[in-house]
């Protein structure tokens, strides 16, 4: 195999705003959109890559968007102590070129994603009002919340309360209730005043 062509495979780590939460970040595009596994099954039936880090003891969530791999880690481990194996082993999978995500998966995702839309037919202004939201979420929460290794989706809108899903390094943060708080529900509700209150579920 002729390497010479090949740019090296470049690794660097970056905190999130989750203590338990790691961002891995590489000179290489591993996925254009999000994955997010909690759990090992979803990974197994989706991700070669996640089901191989789900084999790391410390492993407890992975999350792949772009160029980044978010690790969050079982609460019992030390990042100093296991950083440098993740790191090292990131690499070398990327390295060997092994398969990051199946085919399907995001057609999977977004048939499972309509499924878990159902029940929230919007109409008439109501239906106006969640375009709107769902237009500010992506362009000024969205990449905000991906710069920290996490992401966020609209679920829903209803007598004034949006619910939003918190993806990879935003799950079970300690600061994204504060961000939630005070960054993005007071923008929604400055730009949008039919909303009073936003909630968020983990994805």
């Given at each position: 195999m002729d390497t010479a062509t090949k740019s090296p495979v470049m690794l660097y780590t970056e905190q999130t705003p989750n203590p338990e939460t790691l961002k891995f970040v590489t000179n290489r595009m591993l996925y254009k959109g999000t994955a997010d596994f909690r759990e090992e099954d979803l990974a197994k039936e989706w991700s070669p890559l996640a089901t191989a880090l789900f084999e790391l003891p410390y492993v407890k969530g992975v999350y792949i968007c772009n160029n980044f791999v978010t690790l969050t880690k079982e609460f019992n481990y030390k990042w100093e102590t296991v950083m440098l194996q993740a790191k090292e082993f990131i690499k070398?999978?990327?390295?060997?070129?092994?398969?990051?995500?199946?085919?399907?998966?995001?057609?999977?995702?977004?048939?499972?994603?309509?499924?878990?839309?159902?029940?929230?037919?919007?109409?008439?202004?109501?239906?106006?009002?969640?375009?709107?939201?769902?237009?500010?979420?992506?362009?000024?929460?969205?990449?905000?919340?991906?710069?920290?290794?996490?992401?966020?989706?609209?679920?829903?809108?209803?007598?004034?309360?949006?619910?939003?899903?918190?993806?990879?390094?935003?799950?079970?943060?300690?600061?994204?209730?504060?961000?939630?708080?005070?960054?993005?529900?007071?923008?929604?509700?400055?730009?949008?005043?039919?909303?009073?209150?936003?909630?968020?579920?983990?994805?």
């Open positions: 070398k999978y990327i390295e060997d070129a092994k398969p990051i995500l199946n085919d399907g998966f995001a057609e999977a995702m977004e048939k499972l994603s309509a499924e878990n839309d159902v029940g929230y037919q919007y109409s008439g202004e109501e239906a106006e009002i969640v375009k709107k939201i769902k237009e500010l979420i992506e362009t000024y929460v969205k990449p905000a919340v991906e710069m920290d290794g996490g992401n966020i989706e609209f679920k829903s809108f209803d007598k004034g309360i949006v619910t939003v899903i918190l993806q990879g390094a935003c799950s079970g943060c300690p600061s994204s209730t504060v961000t939630l708080k005070s960054g993005i529900e007071g923008m929604l509700k400055r730009m949008v005043p039919e909303v009073t209150e936003v909630v968020s579920e983990m994805g």
